[in-house]
């Protein structure tokens, strides 16, 4: 019923050299018992590494690029600055203009109050460190401080 029959090794893949055969040995027998050549191992492989990219063929053309009928020939939206087109040329309303963006000028005082109110601060301070003597003079470590009768 074929329980003990073994499946049929397969044939060995290693290069004819390896396996000890020379180039004219290259054939097979088939069931019938014909020896029939073995095809030559002429395939490129894909890739040379597995790391890197398979190359193409160059002997295939590079495919053109058509554009379809009917169909614009991409993209060809240019951008323009609002500043000088046409487009957006027209009566400003300084008041409307005030108004919808009170918000942003309501924030640049506040900076600008903040910022003088940070200058003057800092003025303050360099008039006191002024008015102390300048800077401070280092103590050396444990050292005594001398005396009057001593200097």
């Known amino acids: 019923r074929g329980q003990g029959r073994r499946p049929a090794a397969q044939p060995c893949r290693t290069s004819p050299s390896v396996r000890g055969e020379s180039a004219s040995d290259r054939s097979h027998a088939r069931a019938d018992g014909r020896m029939v050549p073995r095809p030559a191992d002429t395939a490129v492989p894909s890739r040379l590494?597995?790391?890197r990219p398979s190359?193409?063929?160059t002997k295939h053309s590079v495919p053109t690029?058509?554009?379809a009928p009917g169909l614009s020939a991409g993209a060809t939206k240019t951008s323009r600055d609002p500043r000088f087109d046409a487009v957006s040329k027209g009566e400003v309303n300084e008041h409307l203009f005030r108004q919808q963006y009170a918000h942003v000028f309501e924030k640049q005082r506040e900076e600008v109050k903040e910022l003088k109110q940070t200058l003057a601060a800092s003025k303050a301070a360099?008039?006191?460190r002024s008015a102390m003597g300048g800077r401070k003079k280092k103590r050396r470590r444990g050292a005594k401080p001398l005396s009057a009768g001593e200097e």
């Open 49 to 51: 590494n597995k790391n």
């Open 55 to 57: 190359q193409m063929s």
């Open 65 to 67: 690029l058509r554009i």
């Open 126 to 128: 360099a008039k006191a």
